[in-house]
């Protein structure tokens, strides 16, 4: 069992399940009635078609002794309007199908479904670094960048019931052309991919010397300033009370924090700065989500967690 695993819990009672399935890793969590962390675990996702009876298993491992009352999933890339996940690129084991229905029969609890970066957001805003803000945009600098608004507390959702992918935002000065079909993305500047790129691999031995070092401290202030351009479109739009960075990138904030200042900068009566933060449940924000977005659509169930109303 890796560091990053806690046993399951050992005292029985109930908990929540929120799964993070992600193109590479999955995160299982188990949320006892007050919100707290009773156990979780992260596996490599399953890429095989046994992948739904396999997450099932680590499920009910989580659990341990505990009875599962719901099981929330955000997963990576577009969940449609049925709940039914559409990636090819990196979850094609689970795209196509009923997962939800699959789950509910297996383990005969309510299960739902949402986009990984929305879950993230809602774990941010219920236990994490947005928990007083009722609009927060949340920012995911990985592999790509991810994007979702909540807006008094809810998802902002395009007409198609799908959140904003907002990574393609077109930006200047973007290097390589997207696979999106555009060649200006913000994400091809502002992901954690980007950042490795601009250091050459050498990001977190860069971040150890940028204190004296010039050179270093002046990648990480045009990284923060890539971060600043969608960031400032997206402000403008939306004008959230809180921002979050999530994601592999974000640990590197307190360095390109001046970048990303500067980008954000306007004259007087034009301001859009917001205070902005790390996200305070690190990699767990969206599974934790996932398991607020199971106790909110299932009656029988209830987190304590600040009220958003
Ligand atoms: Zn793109």
Redesign the pocket.
Known sequence: MSPSNQPPPQRGGQVVIGVDLGGTGTRVVALDSRGEVRAHQTVRTPRTASGPGVLAELIRAVAGDAAVAAVGIGASGPVDARGVIRNDDTLAAFSHIPLTGLLEAELGVPCAIENDAVAAAIGEATYGAAKDSADVLMVTLGTGVGVSVLLGGRPFRAADGTHPEA??IPVPGAPAA?????AT?W??LASRTALDRLTQGRTAELAGIAGYDNDAAALFRQYGESVGFGTSALLTIFKPDRVVFGGGAAAYLPHFASGLDTALHRAGGFDVSTPYSEAALGDLSGAIGAAVLASDTTPAVTLTHTSKK
């Open positions: 990574g393609h997207c696979y999106c079909g555009l993305c994400e091809q």
